[in-house]
């Protein structure tokens, strides 16, 4: 179990924004679940963009008008006979708030109301929803979740990602359609938390290093890459001839079993091999020390990861990050990476 307040550094790693809303680490440290967590970091933030100006867009509207607006839908209007009553179906544009953003907001706060949190949050949470009353509501099971942002709504990128951690990580449908109120944080979300926070995390306190998340290419004798998959990298850091390559995983289980034996599990080497090898291919005769690390977050699991290998030339380690510990521990760890692969 990671505790609350980890969670809380982890998402002001991946969102700088969240360090802005105001929240005191005296008052992350008095939440006893995540679910009080995000019902803070969701009030603030959006007692925030209230001040700012909820955020409104073009939305498409058709209906039966006395009065032509818009675009008449002549087929419609024909169809519907609303030409008898003296009316068109009008197709318009209106400048409202009633966007997809609000309305996962609203839905998200709804379902906080029913959730494990403090009461003077409930009472936060039913103020804040009189600003939307004219937003409509989604079902949170069918919800698109990859959003893409721009200048005008980024604003709006850490609040629906801490939306999605409710509604992932709260809700759970059970087969008579009722909701269930969960109390976990789901792996999925989870992992791209982990990735994010720690790419983030040596971007911030590692300004002397490159820490990215580039795509390495294949190195082809012939150029012919027809159908080959996208090598994406979750952390890459490099600092002068050096390159480590991370990939950041979070499972529930670290070890797979294959005939009554453990052993890491064999596409995760497989993959940080390819990415190393390929990597180090890129410099040819330049002398470069390219590292591979499988990085997981630690587990109940009786054997944690702990090992490095020489394959071909390079390094290849498999390690575990404690996120169930202080988090000046977790730092140190992160920092101990970069001494022993970078520096």
């Known amino acids: 179990m990671i505790p609350v307040k980890n969670i809380y550094y982890m998402l002001s790693y991946a969102f700088q924004t969240l360090r802005n809303q105001g929240i005191r680490e005296s008052d992350v440290e008095s939440f006893d679940n995540v679910q009080k967590l995000f019902a803070e970091i969701l009030i603030k933030g959006i007692s925030t963009l209230i001040k700012r100006g909820i955020g409104r867009d073009y939305i498409s509207k058709t209906e039966n008008l006395s009065s032509i607006k818009g675009k008449i839908d002549v087929s419609d209007s024909i169809k519907t006979q609303s030409v008898i009553r003296r009316q068109m179906v009008c ?95 789901d792996e999925q979300r989870m992992s791209h938390l982990y990735e994010k926070f720690i790419l983030e995390y040596y971007k911030r306190e590692w300004k002397e290093l490159s820490a990215t998340a580039s795509q390495i290419p294949w190195q082809l004798d012939d150029g012919y890459k027809e159908w080959l998959p996208v090598m994406q990298s979750d952390i890459m850091l490099e600092h002068a001839e050096k390159t480590l390559i991370i990939d950041a995983k979070y499972y529930s289980h670290t070890m797979q079993m294959r005939y009554d034996k453990r052993s890491y599990h064999s596409g995760n080497l497989y993959q940080i091999f390819t990415y190393v090898k390929n990597k180090e291919a890129q410099y040819e005769e330049h002398l470069h020390e390219v590292s591979g690390m499988l990085l997981y977050a630690k587990t109940d699991e009786e054997i944690v990861p702990n090992d490095e290998y020489q394959m071909s030339g390079n390094r290849i380690c ?16 992160l920092d101990q990476i970069v001494e022993e692969y970078l520096l």
């Not at 498999?318 to 760890?333: A, S």
């Open 91 to 185: 197709s318009y544009d209106v400048f409202s708030t009633n966007t997809e953003l609000n309305q996962i907001i609203k839905t998200t706060f709804q379902l906080l109301l029913r959730a494990d949190i403090l009461p003077k949050q409930k009472k936060e949470i039913r103020g804040l929803l009189v600003y939307f009353d004219s937003v409509d509501t989604l079902d949170v099971n069918k919800i698109n979740w990859n959003k893409t942002y721009n200048r005008n709504n980024q604003v709006y990128q850490m609040l629906i990602s801490v939306c999605c951690f409710v509604a992932k990580g709260m809700v759970q449908t059970q087969t008579d359609g009722a909701i269930k109120v969960m109390d976990f944080i």
């Open 318 to 333: 498999v390690r575990t990050l404690d996120l169930n510990t202080d988090f000046t521990h977790i730092r140190g760890e």
